[in-house]
């Protein structure tokens, strides 16, 4: 039982340390549209966030320092060569065996997402090869070797090849797809993944899951509270695809964080029926936040389009099906550690930990002032 608890208390001090980057702080999601092009065989809109954009092309503090929007722009215009020099080299285009050669078509803008500056910028790219070939994307937008941001997710959407479809691009390192031979079925299968690997690499939503189980003294409680969960997640989170609803990231993740250490403390306290009166409506409250977390780490603050939708719902699939793996392996745990001397201690020792690390969580974000995503 003492090493359990020593563990516990290693992975809580880890997990707190490593807060500002471990949650959602060093994420990012980049938007990419692709085309066939008219003066150039393809073009491309790539939308990426201006203060990760300008540190990434090692730009001086005044450039990527710049909060107001006129400034930005100015500063964008000012610096179009370099930046157009930094995202044409990490978005690729190729053509059957040769690279295309890209180049900007137009002066880059700047629009604003969440309250967050995001540079636009339009490249064009001539491809050389014998007609009847195929075209493939390539991505490493701020990868992780960059350091600044990490687990970053390109998002494209692509009518090349006779082909239209929308993808995410994610992994640690360049990421490809060829869009000819990129059907639905593996759109989909790659949002399904997509979704896991958001659920287990957010720690948030990790450790508001561990409480759920931690609170639940049966099968039917554990599993009312994990549909309860799902059911509201998944309602904001499609509410927000679909442009119906938008609450800052500001707001949303500093309570999300909040969410961790109130149900973890109310773990701590609640017994029996009093227990029972405040779970299922605070999961219920609490699991709405969680899908605009979910919608803001995919960056969805306007209306998506069908085919985004339905990859979003594969998306919403991968999410649940790490849950349910999580719980089904969590729970016997709790269970187990019931039953045995000083088992509760843990459990307890455990909820405990997570408040305060859902407490630090909680602080952080409001004292940085721009909630991660």
Not at 108 to 115: F, L, V
Not at 127 to 151: I, K, N, Q, W
Not at 237 to 244: E, P, R
Request: include cysteine.
């Amino acid at each position: 039982m003492r090493l359990l608890l020593a563990l516990v208390g290693a992975v809580t001090v880890l997990v707190v340390g490593a807060a500002p980057a471990g949650a959602h702080g060093a994420m990012t999601t980049a938007r990419v549209t692709v085309t066939a092009g008219a003066s150039t065989d393809v073009v491309a809109e790539v939308e990426v966030e201006y203060d990760l954009l300008m540190k990434s092309a090692w730009l001086r503090q005044d450039a990527w320092g710049a909060t107001d929007p006129a400034e930005q722009l100015r500063q964008l215009e000012a610096h179009r060569v370099d930046v157009a020099a930094y995202v044409a080299d990490r978005f690729q285009v190729a053509y059957g065996d040769s690279r295309c050669t890209a180049k900007p078509t137009e002066a880059p803008e700047r629009t604003e997402r969440d309250g967050r500056g995001y540079a636009v910028i339009h490249l064009g790219y001539d491809c050389e090869d014998e007609p009847g070939r195929s075209h493939a994307l390539f991505s490493a937008l701020f990868s992780d070797s960059e350091t600044f941001v990490h687990s970053t997710t390109t998002l494209v959407h692509y009518d090349l090849d006779g082909t239209e479809g929308t993808t995410m691009l994610k992994d640690e390192d360049t990421h490809e797809i060829t869009p000819a031979e990129h059907g639905e079925s593996r759109q989909w299968a790659s949002f399904v993944v997509l979704g896991g690997e958001h659920l287990l690499l957010g720690l948030d939503h990790l450790l508001f899951l561990l409480v759920l189980v931690l609170g639940s003294r049966s099968v039917r409680d554990v599993v009312l509270a994990a549909s309860t969960f799902t059911v509201a997640h998944s309602v904001t989170f499609l509410l927000a695809a679909l442009g119906m609803v938008s609450v800052p990231t500001v707001i949303v993740e500093p309570v999300i964080a909040l969410s961790i250490a109130v149900v973890a403390v109310l773990t701590l306290v609640g017994r029996g029926e009093r227990r029972g009166r405040w779970r299922l409506p605070v999961v219920l409250a609490f699991g709405l936040l969680h899908g605009l977390g979910f919608a803001g780490a995919l960056g969805l603050d306007e209306v998506a389009s069908w085919d985004l939708l339905g990859a979003l719902l594969a998306f919403n699939i991968g999410i649940e099906l790490v849950q349910l793996a999580l719980i089904a392996g969590l729970f016997p745990v709790v269970v187990l550690l019931r039953r045995v001397p000083r088992g509760q201690t843990v459990l307890v020792g455990a909820a405990a930990l997570v408040a305060v690390t859902g407490t630090v969580w909680f602080v952080e974000r409001l004292v940085a002032g721009v909630a991660p995503v």
